[in-house]
């Protein structure tokens, strides 16, 4: 299941069972550079998944319909400290500004009844999903699937890769063409020409926003667009502008515009910490994502020409970072009355959302739901601190929620105009009840553009429809609510020449409107959402947020000392020392935070609970060379007890796990030492072995009934410098009665650490030991003679280490004599 390809698996949730469901790994695994993250999302340890059930028969929601696929949202490597909510949070906010946008739920995973993770699921966008949020379920449904050619640039026809340019070489298409769209919808599955169309549209406009803008009121769906657009901004959605979303087209003609994979949103400036970049970082040519403080990212016009997605300016000039933005949106943005609308949007979203406690709410909820799932998972997976995700929800609620509303309401409040007065009106100017033209024409009269989203257009008989969120409405400008958008536009030319630089049209209006008189119908806001707004509703309180971020009036948390490092690791590959520049290791320290549920409560401030060393493989690796036997001899002298002839040493491959048949003979090595010693004497040669994960060097002895393993002697020397001294542990198998008994001790070394550190920096063998005398004292187990023991020598952390071997010994005694 932690593939591409995926396996057969058969699912348990909510008291029903489901066999035969294919679950497969998802997310991006591109071969280009990995941009501004340390692993892609294909090859994070904890994957993501897809859940495919082969019909509509799950039930996610007690609720909703019955789906064919679900989603599995991992939380691994988050923008920040790991929260757990990130995607979850993103979602509800996209739905609470009316966004087209997928439930969401926590999941406790178990994996052959054993804890797996916290995870959630995400609801797919497909044709339920369409048919959920009132869009037309046989429309075309195109995702965006390539981090960089995937923005809506029009295609070249005389290249085998059209999308794939400007700055694709035409060699590079000898070898194929890569997935930069794919088709989500059923129909017309092989016909891709209305997209084909999108963009050579959106192309005409960029070419003449001022001559052509038309065409985007006749194409797109400028509420949707403009309310997603906004939304995204509000929560400093980073990672989409060339990639994570859908392209839709409904039942008018008109192209919107689905989010997905939005688990980025209100990203900190580095993907670990709670550090801040200086300014310094955001210069023009500086290569650092710092997507919290930077202009180029956390601006409003984030995804235009000037405000791209990735950075890679010390990379080839093929990867020109102006590629990475959003075509469609630079054209919005280009246009006047849409970039009005757009910013006017914004700021509705800001008092509604940013300005109110509806994240605080949210964030403080959810933790006290999913808390206990998520400490366990963290400690599973390694993931943060100790306690992750009371780390990463202060650090979303007393740093970047309040960075984000100090940069919208302040640094950027000459773009974004201010709220819309209470008193603000609208008007019918015009209406017509009969046949497929008919319309109700609006304006507005105000000298400042008004936002009209869910505003109630009725009649006193009854009629009524609520428009679209996102509708914006600016200063003397007009909107047609029509009953057939396609035939408004084809019939009506007489507002074509009315309105050349565009007929803003919004539709399909269901019954037949009842009047045309326009003093019998009205334009009011929706009283429920007045009232939420005011505080009188359930959805959220008004409360007095916090503006930038402060870290000095706020409560120091209890903190615990630091531990040791971890695995030195990149891109997968772990064990690492030397001569791979971007490895990174981490210590990990408890910090005691309480978050209650209030948001007025004296916060805690943020302290560093984990640390990264960046360095841990920077150095330049040596030569590897045996170490001088002669200065750095192995003591002979100690006295064991001689066992069977049948003894030998082994070395095992951990990728089939404990399997005697993957095992490597290593008998003819074994020499007979004096003193009834019995192992490899490094005096005379010195073995280079490989330690591999879950396991390493391994010893079986046929153990006589009156005798019992009491200790593992190693002699060990590093392979090269500057390799650092490992930390190894023991793994003692014991196999009596056809039962195998395995426990681990942990490695010693003999003469402390300090003089064995001083050995191994100047090449020599240090000894390790692991003392097992204690394993055997249980009844149970006494009273099983064992027939074989194993030794495992490994690293602790479970990663391949290349040493040197000078001498390894088992050591016995009877159990009569038994410490």
Known sequence: MTTDEGERVGVYFEGRYYDDVLMRRRGSNRKEAVIGVDLSAANWPKHKFKLDFHGRVFKFDENERKVEEINLQSHYQEPGEETYLRENLGFAILRRAGVPASLTKHVQVRVNNEFYGLFSLIEQV???????????????????????????????????????????????????????????????????????????????????????????????????????????????????????????????GEWS????????????????????????????????????????????????????????????????????????????????????????????????????????????????????????????????????????????????????????????????????????????????????????????????????SFWIVETRGGWKYTLKPGTVLGAGRTLFVVRDAKEFRRRATWARREYPEGVFVQGNFQSDLDTDDVNMISVTRTSERVAALNGRGRAFRRFRPRVGFDNTSCALPDVGPWSEYGDCCAEGKCGLWCGVQNAARVRRRDVNITLGLDPNDLPQCLVHSYEIDRRCASLECGTPRPPNSTACRIPSNESFVRLSRNDQSVIFSPIFGLNTRTWEDWSYKVEVAPHDAHGVDGASKSLKILVHSGGGLAFRATARNDTRLTSAHFWIARHAPPQPLPRLVFDLESTSDNTTTTRAAPGEFLRGIARAQSDWNAGCYVEIIADFAGFDDSPTTAAREPSSVKIVLKSAFGSPTRLWLGRAVAVFSSHENAP
């Not at 449904?141 to 070249?156: C, E, M, Q, T």
């Not at 769209?181 to 017309?188: E, G, V």
């Not at 509000?234 to 409904?250: E, F, S, V």
């Open 126 to 252: 497909d044709s339920t999903f369409l048919r959920r949020n009132y869009l037309d379920p046989e429309g075309a449904l195109y995702k965006a699937v390539n981090w960089k050619y995937s923005n809506l640039r029009a295609g070249d026809p005389n290249l085998p890769c059209p999308y794939a340019t400007p700055d694709y070489k035409r060699e590079w298409m000898n070898d194929g063409c890569p997935e930069i769209y794919r088709k989500a919808s059923k129909a017309n599955r092989d016909n891709w020409d209305d997209l084909w169309e999108l963009t050579q549209v959106i192309e005409r406009v960029r070419r003449n926003p001022g001559g052509e803008a038309y065409l985007l009121y006749d194409h797109t769906n400028l509420p949707a667009l403009v309310n997603e657009m906004a939304a995204q901004t509000l929560m400093l959605g980073a990672d989409r502008c060339t990639k994570n979303y859908y392209m839709h087209k409904d039942w008018t």
């Open 257 to 452: 515009r689905i989010p997905w994979d939005v688990e980025d949103v209100f990203p900190g400036d580095k993907r670990y910490g709670i550090d801040l970049c200086k300014s310094s970082e955001c210069d023009k040519k500086s290569t650092a994502y710092c997507i919290l403080s930077c202009e180029k990212f956390n601006s409003p016009l984030y995804c235009d020409r000037n405000h791209p997605q990735d950075i890679f300016y010390a990379q080839s000039p093929e990867q020109d970072p102006r590629s990475t933005y959003n075509v469609l949106i630079d054209v919005m943005l280009a246009v006047w009355p849409v970039k009005e609308m757009y910013f006017t949007r914004l700021r509705t979203l800001m008092d509604e959302i940013l300005a109110t406690s509806f994240i605080d709410d949210y964030a403080r909820r959810t933790l006290n739901i999913i808390r206990k799932d998520a400490l366990r998972d963290s400690e599973k997976w390694g993931v943060g601190a100790v306690r992750a995700i009371d780390q990463g929800v202060l650090q979303l609620l007393s740093q970047i929620v309040p960075k984000r509303r100090d940069q919208l309401f302040n640094q950027y409040s000459s773009m974004i105009p201010s709220s819309t007065p209470s008193n603000a009106r609208v008007y019918v100017s015009h209406a017509q009840k009969n046949g497929v033209e008919a319309y109700v024409k609006i304006s507005n009269p105000n000298g400042y553009a008004v936002d009209v």
